[in-house]
Every structure is written in structure tokens, then in C-alpha cells.
């Protein structure tokens, strides 16, 4: 559906003329920026299993990284479930905790994406906010504002009010919250977390660089520049948030809307996004599949501790 709103209206013969025109070798330095966004992915991971008495190679977490791609392409946030079940059969790792390790990176990358949408507005606050008012996004924000407080208000009075219920309700489910704790507060015990910050920036700086390099791909892209593709990573961010299949649809109308503050014509913008989308998609389907071939062919656990 969202594909279909993204889509509705251009001239899809062009576009399809256009990304048929598109450079090879740009699209592939930008598939292997991606691609080495995934393996930071997963050597920060591996940073907040090793405080669980785990250490599982960097190659069985990449694995599960990208195997957890593939789930999402097939059920929103399922890969977030699906990569633990993965180093749980490689590796023996427990569930829960890694559950709660996911849970902290993803908290990670909500921060850095927090960072990057601040430092988006900073350089282009007018583009923004002419996106943000063409759209009506002020003019709700007071409205919003409002409602959203009142919520949190109501919240957290019920919390309050049931929380002798909650914690009855819970208790048969103790040892699965603590082990699930266990996990979330790993960053804690981590010993160099510096390192962690590090490959933080190397997997969003990896992403950067990927949409940046996939501008040369197409003729109608090559003259944007740095900023702009800040711009276009902060709204493809904004759009895989959305809880669909692999951001599909969402990702395509964020960046090409985003991209019309540029100049840019819609279609051409849906054109890049097309490009650099399915590009990553094809990336995710092919090694995707492979981790999944080569840990599904694996015969036993290796012990718990």
C-alpha cells in the first residue's frame, strides 16, 4: 500500500530508464559501504555479549546480523528475535539476555539517530522546516505536543496505581525479566566502551557513505553533495522506523520527498531511492540466504555455560 502512495502519479517508464542507466561501480562501492555497516554491527554486538561469559566469532554474529535482515523483510522487528535464535543454535547463547543486549543496541542507534537528525536540522534547519510545514507537521506540533504529554501523564499515574497488580502478574515471569536485565545492562560491565562508540560511528558513518556514493550512480544525482545526502540518510532513517517489510514504501516516499528540497524532481528521488533500496535488498537476499544455509546446516549446539 505504501509502495503503491509512493509510486502513484510518475512516470515509471523513466524511472526505470534511469536507474537502467545507473553506474555499476557506484552502486557497488555503495553495496560494500553497507555491507561494512553490517560488520561493525556485529563486532558492536559481539562487545555486549562478552560480559554474559559468551564469546561467539565475529563471522556466527554477522551471520545472524544479516539472517536477522532477512527476517525483517519477511515480518517488521522479527529479526530482531530471529538473530538471537541464531547465535542461540551456533554458539548455545540464551535467549533472553541477548534479547536484552539487542534491545541496548537498538537504544545505540536511537541515539545516533537522534544525533544525526539534530545535526541535519542544524545544517539544513530551513529545508526542514519547509518539508516539515509543507507537510503540516508545525502546525499539529502544539496539538501534538499536548496529547503526547497528557499521555505520558496518564501513563504513568495507571503505572503507579497498578503497580501492586503488575507485580503479581509478573512474578511468574521473574527469572525471564532478569535474564532479559542481565543482557540490557551488559554495556555496563563492557571494559572498553570507547571501542563501542567507535564502531557506532563506523556502522552510521558506513551508512553516510553509502547513500553518499550511490549519488554518483545516476546522472541526475552526481552534483548533490555531502549534506544532502545527510539529508537523505536522516529521512530513509525516518522511514524504515515505519513498522512495514523492510521499510518498503516508507523508505522510497521519505527520501524522495526529502530529496525534492534539493530540486530534485520526485521521480528522479524515487529513482535513487529504488536504486540504493534494492540494492541493499539484494545484498540482504544473497548473503542473507547464505548465513542462513551455513548455520541451518550446522548439527549441534555447543554447550552452555
Not at 19 to 45: D, G, M, Q, T
Not at 104 to 116: G, Y
Not at 171 to 177: F, I, M, S, V
Request: with cysteine.
Amino acid at each position: 500500500m505504501l509502495l503503491y502512495w509512493a509510486f502513484k502519479g510518475q512516470d515509471l517508464t523513466k524511472m526505470a530508464q534511469s536507474v537502467k542507466e545507473s553506474n555499476p561501480y557506484w552502486i557497488l562501492a555503495s553495496v560494500l559501504a553497507c555491507l561494512l555497516a553490517h560488520v561493525f554491527r556485529a563486532l558492536r554486538w559481539n562487545m555486549l555479549i562478552k560480559p554474559l561469559g559468551y564469546a561467539p566469532s565475529v563471522k556466527n554474529s554477522f551471520y545472524a546480523v544479516m539472517i536477522g535482515y532477512l527476517a525483517n523483510l519477511a515480518v517488521p522487528r522479527m529479526g530482531e528475535v530471529s538473530r538471537c535464535g541464531v547465535l542461540k543454535k551456533s554458539d548455545g547463547i540464551p535467549v533472553t539476555p541477548l534479547i536484552g543486549t539487542v534491545f541496548t543496541e537498538r537504544l545505540s542507534d536511537l541515539a545516533m539517530l537522534l544525533s544525526i537528525s539534530a545535526l541535519t536540522l542544524l545544517l539544513e534547519f530551513e529545508r526542514i522546516a519547509t518539508f516539515m510545514y509543507q507537510y503540516g507537521w508545525l502546525r499539529v506540533k502544539p496539538m501534538l505536543s499536548g496529547t503526547l504529554f497528557l499521555g505520558l501523564v496518564f501513563f504513568l499515574g495507571m503505572l503507579y496505581f497498578l503497580k501492586p497488580l503488575l507485580k503479581k502478574w509478573l512474578k511468574p515471569l521473574e527469572n525471564t525479566l532478569n535474564s532479559f536485565k542481565i543482557g540490557v545492562l551488559s554495556f555496563k560491565k563492557m571494559p572498553n566502551k570507547l571501542a563501542y562508540l567507535g564502531y557506532s560511528l563506523g556502522v552510521w558513518g558506513c551508512y553516510f557513505l553509502s547513500t553518499y556514493l550511490a549519488f554518483f550512480a545516476l546522472a541526475s544525482t552526481t552534483h548533490l553533495g555531502p549534506i544532502a545526502a545527510l539529508a537523505a540518510l536522516f529521512f530513509g532513517s525516518l522511514g524504515m522506523i515505519v513498522p512495514v517489510q523492510g521499510g518498503i514504501g516508507a523508505f522510497h516516499w521519505m527520501v524522495a520527498e526529502g530529496l525534492t528540497l534539493y530540486a530534485l524532481p520526485k521521480a528522479e528521488g524515487l529513482g535513487f531511492a529504488t536504486l540504493i533500496h534494492s540494492s541493499q535488498i539484494l545484498v540482504i537476499l544473497l548473503i542473507g540466504g547464505i548465513s542462513l544455509v551455513l548455520i541451518a546446516t550446522r548439527r549441534s549446539l555447543k554447550p552452555e555455560h
